[in-house]
T-cell receptor, first 113, second 113 residues
């Protein structure tokens, strides 16, 4: 069966520090991968998605970037964090073909201080 | 421009009664609609979906209704149980758009014993 792993679960970082969040999927090949963010009291906003290695689409202009160095690995990064980057970050996957619901990881709670 | 809206931030229901959560959308290109359930500090869990060619889909205690002319969908939970207390997100996707999900803001359901 397919599983998705996301780490760390919580992270407290000072303003101006770098960020790297990692997500891996097991049990499937060529998945579509997604990064979402839930800001306090708000819905889930799509940040990035990827349909293949090295292929990244950005949904909103922001201080973050994403990379997909391997088929089942998706990384969310920032060179310098802002206070507004605080939130709950969720990685998700879906099969690369056909329609299917997205399956989410357990998320990373990022607090920028 | 919020394409998917959940206008009720919260709902409180007595155990055993029906819970009805509502969702409105604006984009007529959406062809799949989903409901997710989310507990604090966890990722959303897929509950039920409906394609635009149907007007009802049922799975146990959960039923989703779709009214395309009104661009409205609802989730019915019968009977409601205390374990159903969570945040419920409505989401929509277009199969022509890599299956990205656009989420509503969420509705917090509290089921009282």
């Amino acid at each position: 069966s397919q599983t998705i792993h996301q780490w760390p679960a919580t992270l407290v970082q000072p303003v101006g520090s770098p960020l790297s969040l990692e997500c891996t999927v097991e049990g499937t090949s060529n998945p579509n991968l997604y990064w979402y963010r839930q800001a306090a009291g708000r819905g889930l906003q799509l940040l990035f998605y990827s349909v293949g290695i090295g292929q990244i689409s950005s949904e909103v202009p922001q201080n973050l970037s994403a990379s997909r160095p391997q088929d089942r690995q998706f990384i969310l990064s920032s060179k310098k964090l802002l206070l507004s980057d605080s939130g709950f970050y969720l990685c998700a996957w879906s099969p690369g073909t056909g329609w299917s619901p997205l399956h989410f990881g357990n998320g990373t709670r990022l607090t920028v201080t | 421009d919020q394409q998917v809206k959940q206008n009720s931030p919260s709902l409180s229901v007595q155990e055993g009664r029906i819970s009805i959560l509502n969702c409105d959308y604006t984009n007529s290109m959406f062809d799949y609609f989903l409901w997710y359930k989310k507990y604090p500090a966890e990722g959303p869990t897929f509950l039920i979906s409906i394609s635009s060619i149907k007007d009802k889909n049922e799975d146990g205690r959960f039923t989703v209704f779709l009214n395309k002319s009104a661009k409205h969908l609802s989730l019915h939970i019968v009977p409601s149980q205390p374990g159903d207390s969570a945040v419920y997100f409505c989401a929509a996707s277009s199969t022509s758009n890599t299956g990205k999900l656009i989420f509503g803001q969420g509705t917090t359901l509290q089921v009282k014993p």
